[in-house]
């Protein structure tokens, strides 16, 4: 059984939603120690997200001390390179989760992060990740004790949370863990009312079934749900079943939930993972920037439907198309390499909620 540290803080807490404005996005600059001889592919990749979400917000791209000036080069004067010891560089997964406290705080939940329940045995550097960003901005570390990845829940900002079943409670991460401790971590640390438990993915290898593949809040009570892109009979009824949970859910105000349908990507072949890794072909593991969308592209003729979903599922924002072909392969997307900082209240801009 995971063990809990008491609540003495009663400070309140909210994880706002991702498309609440944003000071910044995290990223992390990739290592050669997962990309081998594909790590100039990849830092293409990293750079041209990177320069995409530069268009609407600030980026601070942290880099280990060895690759930061690889790093600087690539991307330029416009974007921040922060030095930082890393393992890997998906900074969804290894940084904090950004949160509101009091009436214009803010707070860095720093997960018990331990490689994926071990899908990525080099994890020291980067389980300390969530903590360093907290030094670094000189914010408060709310610490938790359940193993916890970013890409592996979704907020509406109103007190609702999306978490899947294969993850939270995958022995590989919290053993004998029950769902009322997880409910009571998820309301200690962000400050959420309701979980929708979805059952996830038990045979996607590395994350185990995170939520940023599967359907992400678009406005409270509204998802975008991906469709099964065909080809493989087991991950359609995975498909289903998750689908058919939200179908029947309400969030934590009580309301059903509004599905909106985004066109998943086909079986492609000859797309090869790196390593163990499969190919990430998700179109909802995109990132919301203040004002617009940076969104996976995989050159095939899929890619102009899932962009038309996206885009009159956020008709006020710029909807950018970013071919992710390496950083695919390593089994991932744009949402797994991005962490929203949220803004704060300003004079100017008081109302921020």
Known sequence: MTSFAPTRDLTPRRMPAEWEPHAACWMGWPQAALWGGDLKAAEADYARVAQAVAQFEPVRMLADPSSAARARRALGNSIEVIEMPLDDAWLRDSGPAFVRTGDAGLAAVHWRFNGWGGANTAFTRDAAVGRGVAEHLGVPVIPSALAMEGGAIAVDGAGTLLATDTVTFNANRNPGLSRSHAEAEFARTLGIRKVIWLPGDPHEYGTDGHIDGIAC?????????????????????????????????????GRPLELFDLPGAPAMPGKQGVGDWGYCRSYVNFYIANGGIVMPGFGIKADSAARAAVQQAFPDREVVQIRIDTLAAGGGGIHCITQQEPALPTPESPEIT
Do not use: K
Not at 217 to 225: K, V
């Open 217 to 253: 809040f678009i406005r409270p009570g509204a998802l975008l749900f991906e469709t099964d892109g065909g080809g493989d009979p087991a991950g359609a009824a995975i498909n289903a079943a998750n689908r058919a949970v939200l179908e029947a859910a309400t969030d934590a105000d």
